[in-house]
């Protein structure tokens, strides 16, 4: 067990007489002994994740409630022995104040895994963890159990205890969706701690409990990918007012219907299965739509659904409440969310499949390759050795024949052995004499000057002992120790503790020559990093052309447009400079898993690599991460200093390596034209009624007997006259048959594919595509892999 839990468990053992003396002592004088309720001790209560449950792979909240028999002022600990891969342990720490027969609540921020009493302990020590007393518990474990889902998580705050409760009859693939019922104490301040909650709901809501920090925290926790729902009806202005400035509709009023056709026509997956009849007037919220907003759907020309993207985040505005009835109850309802969270749920799915796992991970092994620390020369080396064998062998032996002391050989040879030891030790060390540090950065733009930024990061110790790290503020870690040159064990004490002015990582008992590696992560948006400006269209000829800016804080170096399965390498971008497609020559195409091959022109000749890091990002982040799923992106290579990291005061030094990525949209509209080309509209998986299924990054599936629904959304189709609708099926799967939903009919029609794999429909406005919506349903007979069809329109716009 680490030396962390072996504190104070010394036992003294105390001679029979001396016992009987301290009770006739305590008869005669009990008030003047010391009893040992007066010894500090703590009840201790938790309370793990969400309604006890975890999110696997993301950080969760852990609440203690902590209530002293006296005044104590000390650090709560709460340490991970090994988490879920692999890592060395770890111990979170926060300072708290304990006011004596007061309950403290103090909530800690933990990675999402299971927790049993083997793995994980809980301590308080007065004063300090490294150097105060530890305080026993006199109520509750010293470990917590933690049980962990893998599911799309739906927090809701609503005044109905029922509200979105349908969502949970939903299913994504392998994942379920998981409906947790939060009141306003469970919001918590910092963004991280919502990091297990994919969904956030508000309907019928007193929204102004919330306090100023709180609100904070959602929007900062939507602006890095969450998302929030504001539910309609009367209540709307109570619900939403303290997300005025992130929703997508501006508030005007309240109308009332007594049908909503377009609701229903949403809901319905075939003829008379979700007839909604309202039974009289409902009330909605009318509004406006702001300008960054989307509107999806609308009724009597009002807004029904608007969705707002809010940096990686978005909003989605209802125009009804979500819980009132006949709506909440009517059959078609889940799936007109189902079609509304589609893209959330194919992502849960995905998540869920390969256990949450960041592909941040996966740099570890890149993080060895330091720039700063070089193997010696093999040559210098090589010449050392013939100089050794060269003067301990003929050279000594002719020198000490000659003077007839042949007999010094027995001390000569090993001092020589020594010195040369001694140089070649001090040749590989010349570049170990200081701490270092290797740092790869992600560098995530939303396109609007800002973006998230994760980190790994490898710090180098020349010698053994402690070293103390200053991270930014509010940074969480975790931490993989790598035993030294002189020290075969990782198993060493890792202290991190989060603060708001910066978080203290302290590395106790580092051996010499050793790693530490550590993944940091942030909640917080980085302003001030910049954008690449694109513009991209396709042109007379069919081709993609535009024109791409670095607008970014940073030069440039390895950039390249990813688009439709092409890479237009774009070469160095100074800042500032632009490019345009059309100087670009010969767009390489390239197939999952070589992107780096295409990118830095094959294989390295003679074993040695230059852009080993580089690869290593593209192939272990990027390919396997949702970004080798977009449609067109840019990504691009810097090794400027992003972050300074410290020990202890002191400056280390550290070489960065930034890779950039930024998704870029396309217009599809030129002339009064509408032309989408295959492959460019991802399908969103709405619906899935299969034991498994499954779509890897790369865009394969997998599904075993049953049936999945998806949809392609193109919103331009809305002002599209005639034109014709194609879909492409290269990979269709075995046993496999595929239909699109007629809107006029309210029932699938069987696609044929021809000899090329094609079907088309002219007219498609007509029959099959309801407001810029298309659906398709596949079924599948048994296990298969298969690739979605792809999509590709043609028409005149109206004027």
Do not use: C
Request: hydrophobic letters at 40%; glycine letters at 8%.
């Amino acid at each position: 067990m680490l030396s962390l839990m072996m504190r104070d468990k010394k036992r003294t053992g105390l001679p029979i007489w001396l016992l009987a003396l301290f009770i006739v002592f305590q008869l005669g004088i009990g008030n003047g002994i010391v009893h040992a309720d007066d010894k500090p001790s703590i009840a201790m209560k938790t309370e793990v994740g969400y309604n006890g449950m975890m999110k696997e792979g993301a950080w969760n909240p852990l609440k203690l409630t902590l209530t002293s028999n006296q005044d104590l002022s000390g650090d709560i600990v709460f340490q991970v022995m090994e988490d879920r891969h692999g890592n060395s342990p770890t111990s979170y720490v926060q300072h708290v104040e304990l006011p004596k027969d007061t309950a403290k609540e103090v909530i800690l921020t933990i990675p999402g895994q299971q927790y049993s009493k083997n793995n994980n302990a809980v301590f308080f020590y007065e004063g300090s963890v490294e150097k105060g007393k530890l305080v026993p518990f006199s109520s509750g474990d010293g470990y917590i159990k933690g049980y962990t889902i893998n599911s799309t998580n739906v927090g809701v705050l609503a005044d109905d205890p029922d509200a979105m409760n349908f969502l949970s009859m939903l299913q994504s693939g392998s994942s379920k969706i998981s409906v947790m019922h939060m009141k306003q104490k469970d919001i918590p301040d910092d963004p991280m701690l919502l990091d297990g909650i994919d969904i956030l709901v508000f309907n019928r809501f007193a929204s102004d409990t919330l306090t100023p920090a709180q609100v904070q925290s959602i929007e900062q926790w939507v602006k890095t990918g969450g998302h929030l729902i504001l539910g309609g009806g009367a209540a709307y202005p109570k619900t939403a007012a303290p997300f005025s400035d992130i929703s997508p509709v501006k508030y005007t009023g309240t109308f009332s219907v007594s049908s909503l056709p377009e609701l229903e026509k949403l809901g319905g997956t075939k003829s008379g299965a979700a007839k909604l009849n309202l039974g009289g007037e409902i009330t909605l919220s009318d509004a406006e739509p702001v300008k960054e907003a989307k509107l999806l759907y609308t009724t009597g020309g009002k807004p029904l659904f608007a969705s707002r993207p809010v940096e990686k985040g978005r909003v989605l505005y209802a125009a009804y409440d979500v819980a009132q009835e006949p709506i909440a109850s009517w059959p078609g309802h889940p799936s007109v969310w189902s079609s509304l969270l589609g893209s959330d749920l194919q992502k849960s799915n995905w998540n869920a499949m390969n256990g949450n796992y960041d592909p941040m991970m996966n740099l570890s092994y890149i993080l060895n390759f330091f720039p700063a620390l070089k193997m010696p020369s093999f040559q210098v080396l090589a010449w050392l050795i013939i100089i050794y064998a060269i003067v301990v062998a003929p050279l000594l032996y002719f020198l000490l024949k000659k003077v007839d002391k042949r007999e010094w050989a027995w001390w000569m040879i090993p001092i020589i052995a020594v010195i040369a030891s001694g140089t070649v030790y001090f040749i590989g060390a010349s570049d170990k004499t200081k701490e270092l540090a290797h740092t790869l950065n992600v560098i995530e733009l939303d396109g609007s000057g800002q973006g998230k930024v994760k980190s790994a990061t490898a710090f180098f110790s020349p010698g053994s002992g402690n070293y103390h790290l200053e991270l930014p503020a509010n940074s969480y870690v975790s931490i993989q120790r790598d035993g030294g040159s002189f020290s075969g064990s990782n198993n060493s004490q890792s202290l991190v503790e989060v603060g708001s002015k910066e978080t203290d990582v302290r590395l106790l008992d580092m051996p010499q020559w050793s790693l530490a590696k550590l993944w940091v992560e942030q909640r917080a948006k980085n302003e001030g990093l910049g954008q690449f400006n694109v513009s991209l269209f396709i042109n007379d000829k069919g081709a993609i052309d535009g024109k791409v800016v670095n607008a970014t804080s940073k030069s440039m170096n390895h950039a390249a447009l990813i688009v439709g399965g092409k890479v237009y390498p774009l070469g160095d971008l100074e800042k500032g400079e632009s490019i345009s497609l059309a100087s670009v020559q010969n767009p390489q195409s390239f197939v999952n898993g070589n992107l780096s091959y295409v990118m830095f022109q094959g294989n390295p000749a003679g074993g040695k690599d230059p852009y080993i890091r580089e690869r290593g990002m593209i192939d272990n982040y990027l390919q396997p991460s949702a970004w080798s799923a977009k449609d067109a992106y840019i990504l691009a290579f810097s090794s400027d200093q992003l972050f300074s990291y410290r020990n202890d005061g002191r400056d280390i030094e550290n070489d960065q390596l930034n890779l950039w990525l930024q998704p870029v949209n396309i217009s599809w509209t030129q002339n009064g034209k509408l032309n989408i080309p295959f492959g460019f509209v991802t399908p969103i998986v709405n619906q899935v009624f299969s034991p498994n299924w499954y779509e890897q990054p790369n865009g394969v599936s997998h599904i075993e007997q049953g049936e999945i629904t998806f949809d392609y959304d193109v919103p331009d189709m809305k002002k599209m006259t005639g034109g014709t609708l194609k879909l492409q099926s290269k990979t269709p799967g075995m046993k496999t048959e595929y239909y699109i939903f007629n809107y006029q009919k309210q029932d699938w029609d069987l696609i044929k594919w021809d000899a090329s794999k094609q079907w088309s429909t002219a007219n498609p406005n007509d029959q099959y595509a309801s407001q810029g919506r298309i659906r398709v349903k596949l079924t599948a007979k048994e296990a298969t892999e298969l690739r979605l069809p792809e999509l590709a329109v043609e028409g005149v716009l109206k004027p």
